[in-house]
Nanobody, 129 residues
């Protein structure tokens, strides 16, 4: 079965940068959409960024634009989330999600949890002041 595995989280200082990775097994990311979500303690799991594998189209939550960059590497079959200038309120579990074989006309499905079928276990990002 499809499995998604996140990595790259850890303990960092405010102002540092991290690059999170999402890898898949069982199948490649071909014809997929891959999203990153984050969930801070006591808060909902919110959309951060997404990428459409076929053409590289990206989507970002308005609050994430500027510091967050999503990208893909076909050879490594990996999706990355680069986070710059980390802030303490970026502390959260970051989840990778994916869906295959669907084409969405609008942006809503790409930016919503409902648009994704498979989820990773998450990677913890903790930012200290």
């Amino acid at each position: 079965q499809v499995q998604l595995v996140e990595s790259g989280g850890g303990l960092v200082q405010a102002g540092d940068s991290l690059r999170l990775s999402c890898a898949t097994s069982g199948r490649t990311f071909s014809n997929s959409a891959v999203g990153w979500f984050r969930q801070a303690p006591g808060k909902e799991r919110d959309f951060a960024a997404a990428i459409r594998w076929s053409d590289g189209t990206t989507y970002y939550a308005d609050s994430m634009k500027g510091r967050f960059t999503i990208s893909r590497d076909n050879a490594k079959n990996t999706v990355y989330l680069q986070i710059n200038s980390l802030k303490p309120d970026d502390t959260a579990v970051y989840y990778c999600a994916a869906v295959w074989g669907r084409t969405y006309s609008g942006t809503y499905r790409y930016t919503s949890k409902a648009g994704y079928e498979f989820w990773g276990q998450g990677t913890q990002v903790t930012v200290s002041s």
